[in-house]
Nanobody, 124 residues
Framework: QVQLVESGGGLVQAGGSLRLSCAAS????????MGWYRQAPGKQRELVAT???????NYADTAKGRFTISRDNAKNTVYLRVNSLLPEDTAVYYC??????????????????WGQGTQVTVSS
């Protein structure tokens, strides 16, 4: 009932910037926390940043300073702005959302959903 679709990834030169977007759709009543995670080749998925429905952001230590998370509640969309990209930022970036949605039987349910991921490659 809920889908998350990321966009904005691609090939970027070191020192450049990009903005990732993740839009949630479906039978959504409300979205609580939203976040971005990343998984580099051969590594585990790691937290980048999260943001509450009220706009309070939390960053992993490795993301402080160059990453900015934001959201548009009216569009059910979360963004991740990354500046001064480094080759070690190369990863698949995933968004996550904690959603209150209407199930097929009309009952409100909660669930944690993931997008399919968007590849970010930073060339040196």
């Amino acid at each position: 009932q809920v889908q998350l679709v990321e966009s904005g990834g691609g090939l970027v030169q070191a020192g450049g910037s990009l903005r990732l977007s993740c839009a949630a759709s479906g039978s959504i009543f409300s979205i609580n926390a939203m976040g971005w995670y990343r998984q580099a080749p051969g590594k585990q998925r790691e937290l980048v940043a999260t943001i509450t429905s009220g706009g309070r952001a939390n960053y992993a230590d490795t993301a402080k300073g160059r990453f900015t998370i934001s959201r548009d509640n009216a569009k059910n969309t979360v963004y991740l702005r990354v500046n001064s990209l480094l080759p070690e930022d190369t990863a698949v970036y995933y968004c996550n959302a904690d959603v209150l949605y209407y199930s097929n039987d009309g009952v409100g349910r909660t669930g944690s959903y993931w997008g399919q991921g968007t590849q970010v490659t930073v060339s040196s």
